[in-house]
């Protein structure tokens, strides 16, 4: 039993994991897939929209002699993502009500 | 397939993408990888997808990201095409001019230091004649060291004058590409517009992504929106 991942909830997601701090695709990957049914094939469109959309800034470090691309957030990220969490709350109470029996 | 195949198709998929594009998927998946502990001949796992799709998302985006970007090309403002044909009669002259001053003020230059190069040497022979005398000779070698000068500064001037000429427009023709490239690259990094479509399309075609029944009831330490996020 699985409920499909959609974009949206998908950008709610890496916009709620990048608030908690800048982070890097593998760690994404890590974070997304040990918590929900997710794969790694489709973290990079999201992060491309993201940025694209502004919401979503990156910015270069060094690492062990290599290259990698931390992503961070920008103004209209955390305004998306609070947008998205009322979203993701109205969707919830609806369903809770539903299953809940409430209505 | 191993991932040297993996960058190799995707790079081959890529090939109409916009070069940015191609270079920003190229070093995420390097990236990856690496983080992952891939070494170039191991396998990379399914849930990695195929390069054919990872680069079709890419593509189905991109003609879309395309649009705003072409638009400040062909919003050419009026007056500058007026402007444009009205200088043309004007402009060419005036190039041609300025170049054709420039060469003269280069000729003219090396020929005066060709001149007082010929002065020398001209002294050089006279100063050796017979019933020449002691005094004369001594002036003579004055005159040759300082026809030498002038004809040394002339050319030191010329080849100052040819050199920040070429500076000017190789100046010029890197400033156009930077200007060029920076807006591209603004152009894709200041689109306003948010399509969840191309990605809900990818998802809705893939089964194997959904998250399970227990995450109505989430964890309060991911998903607490209040205690977060306000």
């Given at each position: 039993?699985?409920?499909?991942?959609?974009?949206?909830?998908?950008?709610?997601?890496?916009?709620?994991?990048?608030?908690?701090?800048?982070?890097?695709?593998?760690?994404?990957?890590?974070?997304?897939?040990?918590?929900?049914?997710?794969?790694?094939?489709?973290?990079?469109?999201?992060?491309?929209?993201?940025?694209?959309?502004?919401?979503?800034?990156?910015?270069?470090?060094?690492?062990?002699?290599?290259?990698?691309?931390?992503?961070?957030?920008?103004?209209?990220?955390?305004?998306?993502?609070?947008?998205?969490?009322?979203?993701?709350?109205?969707?919830?109470?609806?369903?809770?009500?539903?299953?809940?029996?409430?209505? | 397939?191993?991932?040297?195949?993996?960058?190799?198709?995707?790079?081959?998929?890529?090939?109409?993408?916009?070069?940015?594009?191609?270079?920003?998927?190229?070093?995420?998946?390097?990236?990856?990888?690496?983080?992952?502990?891939?070494?170039?001949?191991?396998?990379?796992?399914?849930?990695y997808g195929t390069p054919k799709q990872i680069a079709l998302e890419i593509l189905a985006e991109k003609t879309l990201n395309d649009d705003p970007k072409d638009n400040p090309k062909r919003m050419v403002p009026l007056w500058a095409i007026f402007v444009a044909i009205f200088a043309f009669p004007i402009g060419i002259p005036l190039i041609i001019a300025t170049l054709a001053a420039i060469f003269a003020l280069v000729v003219a230059s090396v020929a005066v230091a060709i001149g007082f190069f010929a002065v020398a040497a001209s002294l050089v022979y006279?100063?050796?004649?017979?019933?020449?005398?002691?005094?004369?000779?001594?002036?003579?070698?004055?005159?040759?060291?300082?026809?030498?000068?002038?004809?040394?500064?002339?050319?030191?001037?010329?080849?100052?004058?040819?050199?920040?000429?070429?500076?000017?427009?190789?100046?010029?023709?890197?400033?156009?590409?930077?200007?060029?490239?920076?807006?591209?690259?603004?152009?894709?990094?200041?689109?306003?517009?948010?399509?969840?479509?191309?990605?809900?399309?990818?998802?809705?075609?893939?089964?194997?992504?959904?998250?399970?029944?227990?995450?109505?009831?989430?964890?309060?330490?991911?998903?607490?929106?209040?205690?977060?996020?306000?």
């Open positions: 039993m699985a409920f499909p991942i959609q974009a949206q909830l998908m950008d709610y997601l890496v916009l709620a994991i990048v608030h908690r701090g800048d982070t890097y695709g593998y760690e994404l990957t890590q974070t997304l897939m040990s918590l929900i049914n997710v794969s790694e094939s489709s973290l990079y469109p999201v992060l491309r929209r993201l940025k694209a959309a502004n919401y979503l800034r990156t910015y270069d470090k060094e690492i062990d002699g290599r290259n990698r691309r931390y992503y961070s957030m920008t103004t209209e990220g955390e305004r998306m993502l609070v947008k998205l969490s009322g979203d993701w709350q109205e969707f919830k109470d609806g369903i809770d009500s539903i299953v809940g029996g409430t209505v | 397939m191993n991932r040297q195949q993996f960058m190799k198709d995707l790079k081959r998929y890529l090939k109409k993408a916009h070069p940015q594009d191609v270079q920003d998927a190229l070093e995420f998946y390097e990236e990856l990888f690496d983080d992952a502990g891939l070494r170039p001949d191991d396998t990379v796992p399914e849930s006279v100063m050796f004649m017979p019933g020449v005398t002691g005094a004369f000779q001594v002036m003579a070698i004055g005159a040759i060291l300082f026809s030498f000068a002038i004809a040394a500064l002339l050319f030191k001037l010329v080849a100052a004058i040819l050199r920040g000429i070429w500076r000017k427009i190789s100046q010029m023709i890197l400033d156009h590409k930077e200007k060029k490239e920076r807006a591209s690259r603004e152009s894709q990094e200041h689109d306003p517009v948010f399509r969840p479509n191309a990605q809900r399309r990818s998802a809705a075609s893939q089964p194997s992504q959904g998250f399970s029944a227990n995450h109505s009831n989430p964890d309060p330490e991911y998903y607490d929106p209040e205690e977060k996020w306000q």
